[in-house]
């Protein structure tokens, strides 16, 4: 069945449950129609600002979320013997704060470290920690790059 006209009270009910309403008049201008929106948008009383900010709010909680823990030039000194990985017999503990043991690190060492075969091509995190590994305890490490996606 189809519908071809909409009755004076469906256009009632329609223009009590819609957002913004139905304009009374249908010739209002367009100065005239954006008066009414930018009117209804300031009132902090109606639902819909209240919602459009509560999912403002939740976006931003969100992007706060998810944006990686950044650190920049992680000097690394201390190593322990660790059997985690074969082959990588040293681990090493960098702080960074806000890493969980689900979250996931990109550790970006220089062009020289990485080809050395010196370090793990893997890092794992735990409670505000990366860890890395290497086949042998270096002398001095500067990683230019850590990433933690949380």
Do not use: C
Request: glycine residues 4%; proline residues 4%; aromatic residues 6%.
């Amino acid at each position: 069945m189809a519908i071809t006209q909409i009755s004076a009270a469906k256009i009632a009910v329609l223009r009590n449950k819609s957002v913004l309403g139905l304009p009374d008049e249908p010739n209002l201008t367009a100065a005239q129609m954006q008066a009414k929106l930018v009117g209804y948008s300031l009132d902090d009383s109606n639902s819909l600002v209240a919602e459009v900010n509560r999912v403002v709010t939740e976006a931003n909680t969100d992007i706060t979320a998810l944006t990686p823990i950044r650190l920049d030039d992680v000097v690394v000194t201390t190593w322990s013997v660790d059997a985690t990985y074969t082959g990588f017999g040293y681990r090493s503990t960098i702080t960074a704060t806000g890493a969980t043991a689900d979250s996931f690190a990109d550790v970006v060492f220089s062009i020289e470290d990485a080809e050395s075969g010196n370090y793990a091509p893997v890092a794992d995190t735990g409670t505000d920690v990366v860890y890395i590994y290497a086949r042998a305890e270096p002398d001095s490490l500067t990683i230019p790059r850590i990433e933690v996606h949380k």
